[in-house]
């Protein structure tokens, strides 16, 4: 089994534009989306939210006014560290605790827990690039040993429609977690062809083809 964590990361300027709950909501759609895919060997751990320190709190001028943002790296370093702690808490529990916790100590053995994904309201900066806030789709991974740090800005999938909303995040996490076994982009209708727009990105089905969904399975050792 593979957990994958997810975390909506957050600072008090962001508050407002979620609604309390609405991870939750996208939490329960992706373990609903990966159960419509046959993958019931990987779920999503809802992990509370992540703040990041407003130290590293940047201010870029844009069009539309000033803008706060954070620094792609920092970002990544604040999740890679978030994963190893509850790594610890939720594999290497001290053997007392586990003996009242649902998970067996065998079913501790069998997890891997190397992934985390943070859901983000605000842009990222990486050197001097400002990643287009409201143009760029879909995430950004990074790395670290056999670790992966999935990255999502929200803002480009926003919707004053609530349910298309949270469509287009899960489908969006659903693209990044394919990336996180390895699968590149792909031409089919499948939630790995990349959008064109966001309509394109509406008209796709919560689906991976199945070449994708073999590949994604060869590749997580399953089959
Ligand atoms: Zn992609
Ligand atoms: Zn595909």
Known sequence: MDIIGITFITNLMDEKI?????????????????DLNDLHDIRLVLLSK?????IYRMSLETKTGEVRAYPLNVVVDTLYHRLLEEREDLLWEPREKAQNEEI????????????????????????????????????IQ??????????????????????VFLDRITKGILHEIGHSYGLSHC?????????????????????????????????????
Not at 50 to 54: A, L, M, Q, R, V
Not at 188 to 213: E, G, S, T, Y
């Open 18 to 34: 979620i609604e309390d709950g609405f991870i939750l909501k996208v939490y329960e759609k992706v373990n609903e989306y990966l």
């Open 50 to 54: 992540t703040s990041i320190d407003p």
């Open 104 to 139: 067996s100590p065998v079913e501790r053995n069998k997890l891997r827990f190397n992934k985390i994904i943070g859901i983000v309201s605000f842009p990222l900066v990486d050197r001097n690039n400002y990643f287009g806030y409201y143009e760029r789709f879909l995430g």
């Open 142 to 163: 990074k790395r670290k040993g056999e670790k992966r740090i999935m990255v999502l800005s929200m803002m480009p999938f926003l919707s004053v429609n609530e349910r």
């Open 187 to 223: 031409e089919n209708n499948c939630v790995m062809h990349p959008p064109k727009n966001v309509d394109d990105w509406d008209l796709r089905k919560p689906h991976f083809c199945p070449k994708c969904l073999a590949e994604l399975k060869g590749n997580a050792g399953w089959i």
